[in-house]
């Protein structure tokens, strides 16, 4: 791979500008909790001269080509092998208490996807694999084959919010009695031929369903909700965390995290909030923050991401 032609980070200047306050000065260290190829971390060390950066991720391939791209940095970037919900052990194994800048863009890399014989995209046909790390863990293929008719539909439902969720389930278990599938190529097969032909125009009808058994082999909806309140502990004052979110699911757990971290923790019908139910942090973006037009139109992944900061205003008593 050519390191000097990685493409640019979703919303990468956004992210920068919200991160300055906090890691302009000297010292400040940053968690990039999905480190991936260090599009972001490069930015941050280039534009943030005194900061050290921590850079997390669970695919031994990311890091490897991370590690060669910021070599140059020497000290100030730091490598862990870990999935994000390790944040503050990654953190205090590197020496700190407490950080000043996280991190988090969420969801599939782009190498990930670009690399067919990872199994991740299905437009690719790869065997079935879909693990962020590689060196462990069931495959997409093991669930594949694995998991009853009941437990398919669960998390076609919940993972992709597939409607077809049950004709697919159905679909595969009769399939796999047939012969294995062990393929991306012959699973989007057994989808496409177990659903209407009105909707298959209305989009492909892969799509929910590799969302959800990515989902399902690397647990990233267990890991971030577990990920989140362990990254705001270690926020420091004046510190600020930033999420990139690429499906709704995400985005929920995300919304839900900051708006009880940036809420009044005072019993109803208290007259008068002492300052130890005060709002720990405060949210940075109205609502969520969308990519502009123009970054859509230059880069298609850019279309479903969410934005969502929050800065700590104060620690707890």
Do not use: C
């Not at 919200?18 to 999905?34: H, Q, S, Y």
């Not at 971390?41 to 534009?47: K, N, Q, T």
């Not at 909707?199 to 929910?208: F, N």
């Not at 230059?298 to 620690?315: C, D, G, S, T, Y």
Request: no cysteine.
């Amino acid at each position: 791979m050519d390191i000097d032609r990685i493409h640019t980070p979703v919303m990468l200047e956004r992210t920068l500008d919200l991160l300055a306050p906090a890691l302009e000065r000297e010292g400040a260290v940053f968690v990039d909790a999905t480190l991936g190829m260090g599009g972001h971390s490069l930015a941050v060390l280039e534009r943030f001269p005194g900061a050290v950066v921590i850079g997390l991720d669970r695919d031994t391939e990311a890091l490897a080509i991370a590690r060669e791209r910021l070599a140059r940095f020497g000290d100030r970037m730091r490598f862990v092998h870990t999935v994000y919900d390790g944040i503050a052990g990654a953190v205090r194994g590197e020496g700190f208490d407490e950080v000043q800048g996280i991190l988090f863009d969420l969801g599939v890399s782009s190498m990930q996807l670009d690399r067919a014989e990872r199994g991740f995209a299905y437009a690719k046909d790869a065997p079935l694999d879909m693990r962020m790390d590689s060196t462990r863990g069931r495959t997409a293929a093991d669930v594949i084959a694995e998991y009853d008719e009941d437990q398919l539909r669960r998390i076609f439902q919940e993972y992709g919010e597939e409607k077809l969720a049950a004709r697919y389930a159905r679909a595969i278990v009769r399939a796999r009695e047939a012969e294995p599938i062990t393929r991306s190529g012959r699973l989007v097969e057994v989808l496409t031929d177990a659903t209407p032909a009105a909707v298959q125009r209305a989009g492909h009808p892969a799509k929910r369903v590799f969302q959800a058994l990515r989902i399902e082999v690397n647990e990233e909806l267990v890991a971030l909700e577990a990920a989140i309140p362990a990254a705001l502990d270690l926020v420091s004052t004046g510190g600020r965390i930033v999420v990139l979110s690429y499906q709704s699911l995400e985005d929920r757990l995300v919304k839900r995290a900051l708006a009880a971290a940036s809420s009044s923790t005072a019993p109803a019908g208290l007259p008068m909030e002492l300052p130890e139910h005060r709002p720990q942090f405060r949210l940075l973006v109205r609502g969520a923050e969308l990519a502009s037009e123009s970054e859509q139109a230059e880069n298609p992944r850019a279309k479903p991401v969410r934005l969502r900061a929050a800065e700590r205003v104060r620690r707890p008593s």
